[in-house]
């Protein structure tokens, strides 16, 4: 039972375009979502989040959209540079969730080329 | 700050032998984390502690062990190693009640074979 999935295993973007990574949940007792960045041969490393309570949030290039109708989120980065080029992951977390945890979707290689 | 490290980077077992991946944190945060990654899949959560003694299970805890004695240490211990096991393992930790982001280790590549 995947409850947050990224449909999309690549994207592959054009330096100075926009790149859109689209995420989709199911469970409504989240109460945050997160967008990892995983380069090769490293840790995943956290890049924006939003609440549950929000639709939008921005942290320079990079924006998060949150539609709860649709239980969708997607990332924006623009522009997208070739630096860009990693793995995103989107994450969600459980209202009242002990410990923390974490839900994964699969991942979306994005290669922005140049 | 080291931050969250992991050793070995890489490993190869043998079926039915026995590891331990060490996992540290230097940033005093009391959550701890081992998830694993299989190609094309998303980090499954393996085991889990909030606070030194304290440990429990996540997705898909079946073949491993934990134990945490002190804040900075989660060993994740693989008993009778099986070609499932196959993985990258990372470690991550958080300072604890209503954090959000985890801080993960560089991984460990394991190959049992």
């Known amino acids: 039972d995947q409850q947050v999935k990224q449909n999309s295993p690549s994207l592959s973007v054009q330096e100075g375009r926009i790149s859109i990574l689209n995420c989709d949940y199911t469970?409504?007792?989240?109460?945050?979502f997160l967008w990892y960045k995983k380069y090769p041969a490293e840790g995943p490393t956290f890049l924006i989040s939003?609440?549950?309570?929000?639709d939008k949030n921005e942290d320079g290039r990079f924006t998060v959209f949150l539609n709860k109708s649709a239980k969708h989120l997607s990332l924006h980065i623009v522009p997208s540079q070739p630096g860009d080029s990693a793995v995103y992951f989107c994450?969600?977390?459980?209202?009242?969730?002990?410990?923390?945890?974490?839900?994964f979707g699969q991942g979306t290689e994005l290669s922005v080329k140049p | 700050n080291a931050g969250v490290t992991q050793t070995p980077k890489f490993r190869i077992l043998k079926i039915g032998q026995s590891m331990t991946l060490q996992c540290a944190q230097d940033?005093?945060?009391?959550?701890m984390y081992w998830y694993r990654q299989d190609p094309g899949m998303g980090l499954k959560l393996i085991y889990y502690?909030?606070?030194?003694?304290?440990?429990d299970k996540g997705e898909v805890p079946n073949g491993y062990n934990v134990s945490r004695s002190t804040t900075e240490d989660f060993p994740l211990r693989l008993e009778l190693a099986a070609p499932s096991q196959t993985s990258v393992y990372f470690c991550?930790?958080?300072?604890?009640?209503?954090?959000?982001?985890?801080?993960f280790g560089p991984g460990t590549r394991l190959t049992v074979t």
């Open positions: 994450a969600a977390r459980m209202i009242y969730n002990q410990g923390g945890k974490l839900i």
């Open positions: 939003i609440s549950s309570i929000k």
């Open positions: 469970n409504s007792m989240f109460d945050y």
């Open positions: 991550a930790s958080n300072t604890g009640t209503g954090a959000r982001e985890q801080y």
């Open positions: 502690s909030v606070g030194a003694g304290i440990t």
């Open positions: 940033m005093n945060h009391n959550y």
